[in-house]
């Protein structure tokens, strides 16, 4: 059957392999674009998924945190002039501070007034695109971190055993640290968890073939695609990444060595990541 050029693009950009590789895995799959990514898997030529699209547009992420709620939100533009505008930056802090007043998530009419109002002053297109709150009990922490001048976006929470822990300056700091952690690495989940079990189930499966591939004996393919598994965690799951500020060490065990130091547990339990123009 015929390949597209564009069916060979689209799976090149969303698995990171060869062209020639991708056209043959289309070919195999018969045009089937699912089945053609996991055989891309099944023979090592994928790269790891990322979470994140592509960006598509200019913008800028805003954060508000309160004391019991904290709100994320991006807003888009036509132009990164615009989105350096002081006018824009007053809108986005417009725009956080009344989702927080909000006893909704949903984008309201006075957000969308307030918006049009802007581009009434700017003369382009501007849109609110989209919004997160994020609860704050008392024996938890929330910290935000905007990277590049807008691009991204972070909240992450931090739970603490003893809730008096949570003043203190390590605690903070690991607050900050986490969330410049998870800009520079974007982790697709919190822990392994989290993860959906036919998502674990068809990983386990794809390497099994790969190590079937390389002619590894039945009685080593267990441990093999046990520490594939463990590796593939380590990428997208945040609790299992090498730390930003010590790779020798994951977050887990950094977050364990603070809580032994403090004599208070400290657990990350949730994150938000946001990057201007990512398709959602």
């Not at 023979?43 to 979470?51: D, E, P, S, V």
């Not at 805003?62 to 824009?88: H, M, R, S, Y």
């Not at 969330?179 to 690495?185: I, K, Q, T």
């Not at 190590?211 to 598994?229: C, D, F, H, S, T």
């Amino acid at each position: 059957m015929e390949i597209k050029a564009a069916q060979v693009k689209t799976l090149r950009q969303k698995t990171g392999a060869g062209m020639v590789d991708c056209k043959n895995a289309l070919v195999k799959a018969e045009g089937d674009s699912v089945k053609a990514e996991r055989i891309l898997k099944e023979l090592g030529l994928a790269a790891a998924a990322k979470r994140s699209g592509r960006a598509t547009n200019q913008g800028s992420v805003f954060t508000l945190i309160e004391p019991k709620e904290a709100v994320i939100l991006e807003v888009g533009c036509e132009t990164d002039f615009v989105a350096n505008n002081k006018d824009f930056d007053i809108l986005g802090n417009n725009l956080t501070q009344m989702a927080l007043k909000s006893d909704t998530e949903e984008i309201t009419d006075a957000m969308k007034e307030k918006v049009t109002e802007t581009i009434s002053i700017i003369k382009e297109n501007i849109s609110l695109k989209r919004l997160k709150k994020m609860t704050i009990a008392d024996d938890e922490l929330v910290v935000n971190y905007i990277h590049g001048g807008g691009s991204i976006g972070i909240l992450v929470k931090l739970k603490s055993e003893k809730k008096e822990a949570l003043e203190d300056e390590k605690v903070k700091t690991m607050g900050f640290d986490c969330a410049l952690h998870l800009a520079a690495f974007n982790p697709e989940h919190l822990s392994r968890d989290v993860i959906p079990a036919d998502y674990v189930k068809e990983q386990e499966e794809i390497f099994t073939v790969q190590a079937k591939n390389l002619g590894r004996p039945e009685k080593v393919l267990e441990g093999i695609v046990k520490g594939k598994m463990n590796k593939h965690f380590s990428e997208i799951c945040f609790l299992d990444q090498p730390f930003v500020k010590d790779d020798k060490q994951s977050v887990t065990k950094v977050l364990e060595a603070l809580s032994k130091d403090i004599g208070s547990k400290i657990t990350v339990t949730e994150f938000i990541y946001y990057r201007v123009g990512e398709e959602f």
